[in-house]
């Protein structure tokens, strides 16, 4: 399968190296490379399974490609980050299907070719010659040249592609100043069809670009000389000449295509390439620029961001093949304290960076402006660029956000006791309560909820004591602890009189100390 490698993964002479789709799926062992020779020796096995462990030079005089027509590569080769340097191969006169691999059915990914020298007639590219398998997140920088009496399906990545190209680039000088390249169809008799990326596409080209510059004589573009395939979210930037069919994207686009969106959502440098046209064509579906709008994120707003890194005044590149470096923010905690958190902290990882590759400051977004109240939030971290010229060796910042947890602070509310004599009545209600624990200046104020009470001494009417419960209070930004009061009813004093009553008197109950027809002596009854 697949995968995406953004730092060299380096393994040491004697490793092994396997893989493992999932947790079910079967583990494939490969093959290590650390030289030429382990490099060369693919060919005794053209389908197995092979890691680059470190960077190669191949300093042959003329490589020899991996994989024929008849006997064509169908393993899987995976660079692991590293690069293929000096690769060299020098036209006999007539030689195709040349790269560092000749005749590609299987899958090459993470790898790179560099200071490449390579020369053949037809199906000619720095990685692969004639592609009928994948070729995914892999490179190219150096010469290709096409030459002989009949030339055709010149690339800087890919000579002649059948199958699937995606996540690439190439920075190529790619020239084929003569030859025959006219006198059939390049998709079928191999004549002409010469590209920055690839020479002749018939499968599919996606999230890729080029920008070395392309000389031929007939199809000729700075993207894909000659298409009858299908490209999306990509584009060119190099210088483009030639004779006939010659465009800053596609040289020539194949009938029965031309006018179908089989190339949509690409553009091209119409500074840099000399060309006002993108493609016979497919002029509703590319667009051309001048380098100043080619260098603007907002020009490629369409473009998958997780896959392209879109920088203000650099031309768009692949985010994956770019060395990470993270700018992290701190996870952090705190008590609600009436006032905004603005203790931020984070940092970068790596910590250690080239000088220069970083300006300005980390800054700290979170997801609510002044994070006051109780409750948890995002903070993205920002501030920094990556001051890094366009260069798919340099690096990428990747914003990592953290979380704030501001949680509630405790308050206590208690009830107040209250002492009555004993009436008769049953008790309702409380006496009030006191608080402990506001921050900030505030005040009962800022709770929630209708202050209530509960407990034994709700309808107590007897002699006793009985506990109050306050309840009812609400608060997100406090944590409520209800402390009980007490309710104590005393015993009502009863007054006796004794002595000699002078007379008699009879009164019916009224609720009336005062009883007439008393003497002086007993005026008053209680």
Excluded: C
């Excluded at 025959?180 to 999230?207: C, E, F, H, R, W």
């Excluded at 390439?273 to 994120?297: E, I, L, R």
């Excluded at 208690?414 to 009545?425: L, M, S, V």
């Amino acid at each position: 399968g697949t995968y995406q490698v953004h730092a060299p993964v380096s393994l040491a002479v004697g490793a092994g190296f396997s893989t493992k789709l999932a947790t079910d799926g079967a583990t494939v062992h490969h093959t290590v490379i650390h030289d030429a020779a382990g490099l060369a020796g693919i060919a005794a096995d053209l389908n197995g399974a092979y890691v680059l462990g470190g960077n190669v030079t191949a300093p042959m005089a003329s490589w020899t490609p991996l994989g024929s027509i008849a006997q064509p590569f169908g393993g899987s080769f995976d660079g692991l980050g590293h690069v293929v340097s000096q690769l060299s191969h020098t036209n006999a006169g007539a030689d195709e299907n040349v790269g560092l691999f000749g005749v590609n059915d299987g899958l090459i990914q993470n790898v790179g070719v560099v200071a490449a020298n390579v020369d053949g007639s037809r199906n000619v590219g720095a990685l692969v010659g004639f592609n009928n398998g994948f070729v995914i997140n892999s490179y190219a920088k150096g010469t290709v040249t096409g030459s002989g009496a009949t030339v055709g399906g010149i690339g800087g990545l890919v000579g002649y592609n059948m199958g699937l190209i995606g996540l690439t680039y190439a920075d190529v000088t790619v020239s084929a100043p003569a030859g025959d390249q006219s006198s059939g169809d390049p998709l079928v008799d191999g004549t002409g069809g010469i590209g920055g990326l690839v020479g002749v596409l018939g499968g599919a080209v996606n999230d890729s670009y080029a920008r070395g510059s392309v000389t031929g004589v007939n199809a000729v573009g700075g993207l894909v000389g000659y298409s009858a395939g299908t490209i999306g979210a990509s584009y060119s930037s190099g210088a483009v000449g030639g004779t006939s069919n010659v465009a800053g994207l596609v040289g020539q686009v194949s009938d029965p295509f031309a006018f179908t969106p089989f190339i949509f959502d690409s553009h091209w440098d119409t500074d840099t390439s000399g060309q006002a046209q993108g493609g016979g064509g497919v002029a509703d579906f590319v667009a051309g620029h001048d380098t100043t709008t080619m260098k603007s994120p907002s020009t490629f707003s369409t473009w998958d961001t997780s896959v392209w890194e879109l920088r203000n005044g650099q031309y768009p590149m692949l985010k994956q093949m770019l060395k990470p470096v993270f700018a992290v923010a701190d996870d952090k905690t705190a008590t609600y304290s009436g006032a905004a958190f603005t203790a931020f902290t984070g940092g970068t990882n790596p910590g250690t960076l080239p000088g220069g590759t970083l300006v300005g400051s980390l800054t700290y977004t979170p997801s609510s402006a002044n994070p006051t109240n109780a409750g948890t939030y995002t903070v993205t971290p920002g501030g920094l660029s990556v001051a890094d010229a366009a260069d798919q060796n340099g690096y990428r910042i990747e914003f990592v956000p953290g979380t704030l947890t501001i949680n509630p602070a405790p308050l206590t509310v208690t009830a107040n006791g209250f002492t009555k004599t004993y009436d008769g009545n049953p008790y309702s209600g409380g006496n009030g309560v006191s608080y402990t624990g506001f921050v900030g200046g505030e005040t009962a104020a800022v709770l929630g909820g209708t202050l209530s009470y509960a407990g034994s001494s709700q309808g107590a009417v007897n002699v006793g004591s009985y506990v109050i419960t306050p309840q009812g209070l609400t608060s997100s930004n406090y944590t409520l602890s209800f402390v009980d009061g007490t309710l104590t009813i005393d015993p009502a004093v009863l007054h006796v009189i004794t002595g000699s009553l002078v007379g008699s008197v009879s009164k019916v109950y009224d609720g009336n100390s005062n009883v007439t027809g008393l003497n002086d002596d007993f005026g008053r009854v209680t």
